[in-house]
């Protein structure tokens, strides 16, 4: 990603240590079990059926501590938009559900489905699927020793923040908008620009509310320890041009956020800078 000097929470109080002491990049149990889930997208092609994961009791057990830290922190900083899109699709506290399972009830409620990849994706392809109604997504579960923190994303990050984001028509649009973007970028620079504002505003996007900053992005809702700290973070006004000139950490917690007055806000001003790059 951006930034190589990358750190994460390596104890479960959220203090921070180089990326590599993080057990999801050293326990080699736990990177026998998540690469064997990560080879299942070997040949995966959008549209493809998706397969069926025997999920075990710890990784059952890592989604219900997630899930229960998580509904109280979307209570306290997720914004309206967020509960609103989550009260219509409740994720089941109990069990992991499969992404062929969320995938259809995404496909009836905004037309987007799931895609499988085991890890990292080439961003006009990550991006452009969007324009399809396609999301890449991961099978497997972040370590059961830190559950409220990953170094990457996994099924936990993408159904609290992805797969909320896709159960919404308002969401879903601006997807789509960036998937189509990265279409038509024309070169490595504008499409640079477009992934670091799609970074910025469906990863790490927040929406002032009543004068405070209310999270909306899928790196925030599956991330208890920024959701904590939203608070105290430095929140600038929307500017999509500053967006695309200023690095994010793929692995850390965000320095800078941007906030937008709301979410039609936000999907005028992307409508605006998309045009611009992708013409």
């Not at 320890?225 to 973070?233: F, V, Y």
Request: net charge neutral.
């Amino acid at each position: 990603m951006d930034d190589p000097r990358r750190q994460t929470p390596v104890t479960p109080d959220g203090r921070l240590g180089p990326a590599a002491h993080h057990p999801g990049r050293s326990d080699a149990r736990y990177l026998e079990r998540r690469n064997a889930l990560a080879r299942l997208a070997a040949g995966h092609r959008a549209g493809d059926r998706l397969p069926d994961v025997d999920y075990t009791e710890t990784e059952h057990a890592t989604w219900r501590a997630v899930h229960a830290a998580l509904a109280v922190a979307h209570r306290a900083h997720a914004s309206r938009e967020v509960l609103g899109a989550r009260e219509g699709f409740p994720v089941p506290p109990d069990r992991i559900p499969g992404l062929a399972e969320t995938g259809a009830r995404l496909r009836g409620l905004t037309g987007f489905g799931f895609t499988l990849t085991g890890g990292p994706v080439e961003t006009r392809r990550f991006l452009g699927a969007m324009a399809d109604g396609w999301f890449h997504a991961v099978p497997f579960v972040r370590h059961p020793a830190i559950p409220l923190y990953t170094p990457e994303p996994d099924v936990i990050h993408d159904m609290f923040g992805h797969g909320i984001h896709l159960s919404s028509p308002r969401f879903a649009e601006l997807y789509r908008m960036f998937g189509k973007a990265a279409l038509r970028a024309a070169d490595e620079g504008a499409l640079r620009r477009i992934n670091r504002v799609y970074w910025y505003v469906l990863e790490f996007g927040v929406l002032a509310e009543a004068g405070e900053p209310k999270a909306y992005g899928a790196a925030l809702l599956s991330s208890y320890g920024e959701l904590a700290r939203l608070p105290g973070c430095q929140v600038r006004p929307l500017d999509m041009r500053e967006m695309a000139r200023t690095p994010y950490y793929s692995a850390a917690y965000q320095p800078v956020l941007f906030a937008g007055r709301s979410l039609e806000h936000v999907r005028e001003e992307l409508g605006t800078f998309l045009d611009a790059e992708a013409d």
